[in-house]
């Protein structure tokens, strides 16, 4: 991001962001106040620091755990690796985590992790060093295991962290049968999922492909139902960024601009997302593209003609200071709190939609749900049915074809007959997923005739939710 922008980050206060939208949405419930108070509050705070060999001397490495909701268990949660973490915004994204969960109905509390480094500055046997270091200290306060905190990538880290995370508590835990089950987004090798590097910008895509096809929604924007033609700026080219533009590609909309911490570019015609990618990957920059306008900082990226802007970086990027210049009519929040309180009730009060972080993004922690069931079943989806449905549906076909006197050919047979793979149970069970939760929030929105945003929406349902299970559980009456 812009300096100016790093800057509004250090100094915000995002967990009292996260709050503000709590209390808003609160007041459309009917709970107690210390319900309330409970579901809106951390419950648990671990903050430390270790030691680290660094070349002839030692470095302190300060990092957090932090679990706010065990409501249901194990709590759920990536861990960041940033130079800009710090306590606040670790106890915020653990916030959103548990609200995320309630509105995607998945049974995970909400967690976060954060380790205050930036990777580029550290060999990866270094590297290796602070993760498994922290993996020990959170065995120590049983703040990781299958049954109790489950950590996930998150900004700055990925598989190759999990798996060094999920080989520290193997190491640690000898003979705990499910122990692979600690941690997800691991690589394939060790136990991981098909679709997990890319699901939480699948999801983001799908989220908007779900919004734009709502044909009343769409004609209060003016706009057309449907993604075909639809102008998009992403901003970030990280995991989230790049896949929800490939798949919003994809689904026929266009992407028209793209937006990175060193700058940003803009084409109304049209960017090939992996041909930037190679571009930036070639020169480190995204600035310079063949055909497109460079913008010297990231803001002025945002504030591009489009349709549908998705932040996909950090929080805090569309603020009071630029919401106005923003010409989209669409945000889908990729990552998490880009968009603050004061931001949004200036964008809704004009007309504009907002797909909230805690649903838009949920697609990451939805298919690490289905990698944490597949570690505890101990078997890959799809492994004991896929033949059996091939043997069934190639029964069918030739029954079909011996009645009829009709003939498929080859291509056809094998689609008829073809069982559903790993990847593709989990990209249906996600699409599932996403389509029911953004009707659920709709409808909410749509039938309470005084809730006033989709985010607002969305928290009633997930406090209302929340709030069940502490009932269920005897804590309240």
């Excluded at 995991?239 to 990175?260: P, Q």
């Excluded at 990618?277 to 900082?297: C, E, M, Y």
Aim: hydrophobic letters at 40%; glycine letters at 10%; proline letters at 4%.
């Amino acid at each position: 991001m812009a300096n100016n922008n790093i800057a509004a980050n250090q100094d915000s206060h995002f967990f009292a962001d996260v709050c503000k939208f709590f209390d808003h949405a609160a007041r459309f419930t009917h709970h107690d106040a210390g319900l309330l108070d409970q579901i809106k509050s951390c419950n648990s705070v671990y903050r430390f620091r270790f030691p680290m060999r660094k070349g002839d001397g030692f470095e302190v490495i300060d990092a957090w755990r932090v679990e706010h909701s065990q409501h249901q268990s194990p709590t759920k949660g990536g861990i960041r690796y940033s130079e800009m973490v710090n306590e606040d915004e670790v106890m915020a994204l653990a916030a959103l985590m548990t609200y995320k969960c309630a509105i995607v109905n998945v049974p995970f509390g909400g967690a976060k992790g954060g380790i205050k480094i930036n990777p580029k500055n550290y060999t990866t046997l270094e590297l290796e060093n602070i993760t498994r270091r922290y993996t020990v200290e959170l065995i120590k306060k049983n703040f990781i295991g299958p049954s109790v905190d489950v950590p996930a990538p998150d900004y700055g880290s990925g598989e190759r962290e999990m798996s060094w995370i999920a080989d520290t508590y193997a190491a640690m835990n000898p003979g705990q049968l499910d122990a692979m089950g600690a941690v997800t987004g691991k690589p394939l090798a060790l136990h991981g999922i098909h679709g997990r590097k890319e699901a939480t910008g699948r999801g983001v895509a799908i989220a908007i492909r779900e919004c734009v096809s709502v044909a009343e929604d769409m004609q209060k924007l003016g706009l057309k139902p449907g993604l075909s033609g639809k102008r998009v700026i992403v901003q970030g080219l990280g995991n989230v960024g790049y896949h929800s533009a490939k798949f919003l590609t994809e689904f026929g909309a266009t992407v028209v601009g793209l937006c990175e911490f060193e700058g940003a570019i803009y084409n109304d015609n049209g960017l090939d997302v992996d041909a930037v990618f190679q571009h930036r990957k070639a020169t480190g920059s995204i600035l310079n593209f063949p055909g497109a306008k460079s913008f010297a900082h990231s803001g002025e990226g945002l504030e591009q003609e489009c349709d549908i802007l998705v932040p996909a970086a950090l929080e805090n990027q569309l603020t009071i200071h630029n919401i106005r210049n923003i010409k989209a009519k669409i945000i889908a929040e990729g990552a998490n709190g880009p968009t603050t309180p004061e931001a949004e009730a200036i964008f809704s009060q004009g007309g504009g939609i907002i797909i909230p972080d805690m649903y838009c993004n949920a697609g990451g922690v939805t298919v690490s749900y289905f990698e944490w069931l597949k570690n505890l079943s101990h078997v890959a989806f799809g492994r004991m049915s896929r033949r059996f449905e091939e043997n069934s549906n190639l029964n069918l076909v030739n029954t079909v074809e011996s009645i009829t006197g009709i003939s498929l050919s080859p291509d056809q047979r094998a689609s008829i007959i073809k069982g559903a793979s790993e990847l593709e149970l989990v990209n249906s069970g996600l699409e599932d997923t996403m389509i029911r939760s953004y009707h659920e929030i709709r409808n909410t929105f749509k039938n309470s005739g005084e809730i006033d945003t989709l985010r607002t929406a969305a928290f009633v349902g997930a406090i209302n939710k929340i709030a069940v299970s502490y009932q269920n559980l005897g804590v309240w009456p």
